[in-house]
């Protein structure tokens, strides 16, 4: 089957310390994105990646650091610069470059990871 | 500032009942305009999508209405089923270097009562 894997489902940190989330992709999608969800707050976009060994920065990318080293994976460090780390992480991917604004550009987002930072 | 701008938070419905959510967006070089469903502990899902050369776009019980000159748009769903209970957001979306990078609405929280 064909999806986005992000792992661990929970994942609990001590405050100052960085963490790796891990996405994980096999749709053969060239971009590759990381949101934050906070209640209330909708979807954040934190960076997002269209093609190996480059990505850029969104709305909130303080406090994080992506790679892109092989297509298929997308991994996000949340490090200890940022202030408030405690969300739910979601990562997504989606066809480059797009075909033209139909369902096929849409993105297919992961389960989603849950960090808290103690 | 938030660009697009979504309502209401939270909607409870009886079942058969018809559920209606709206957006209402700034920018107007935004061209790409999708629903998005969440259940409780998963991503989002693609539900539904319109593009602005359009004013009504049926799937199923779902319907979005899109009104250009207002920079608004809605999500309607008919015949609302306990299994519609979830979180909705509604996206406006750019193209930008090749993709389409959506700004989402915070959410709706849909409880349909059976």
């Known amino acids: 089957d064909g999806g986005i894997t992000q792992s661990p489902k929970y994942l609990f940190r001590k405050e100052g310390q960085n963490v790796t989330l891990s996405c994980e992709q096999n749709l053969n999608h060239d971009a590759m994105y990381w949101y934050r969800q906070d209640p209330g707050q909708g979807l954040r976009l934190i960076y997002y990646s269209q093609i190996v060994n480059d990505f850029q920065k969104g709305d909130i990318a303080e406090g994080y650091s992506v790679s892109r080293e092989k297509k298929e994976s997308f991994p996000l460090t949340v490090t200890s610069a940022q202030k408030n780390p405690t969300a739910f992480y979601l990562c997504a991917s989606s066809i480059f470059p797009a075909a033209g604004g139909g369902s096929t550009d849409t993105q297919y987002f992961g389960p989603g990871t849950r960090l808290t930072v103690l | 500032q938030q660009q697009v701008k979504q309502s209401p938070q939270s909607l409870i419905v009886q079942k058969g009942g018809i559920s209606i959510i709206n957006c209402a967006y700034e920018n107007t070089a935004f061209d790409y305009f999708p629903w998005y469903q969440q259940f409780p502990g998963k991503g989002p899902a693609l539900l539904i999508a319109?593009?602005?050369?359009?004013s009504e776009k049926k799937e199923g019980r779902f319907t979005i209405s899109f009104n250009k000159s207002a920079k608004q748009f809605s999500l309607h769903i008919m015949d609302s089923q306990p299994g519609d209970s979830a979180t909705y957001f509604c996206a406006a979306a750019l193209r930008s270097g090749g993709s389409y990078i959506p700004t989402f609405g915070r959410g709706t929280s849909l409880i349909v009562h059976p």
């Open positions: 319109i593009r602005p050369d359009v």
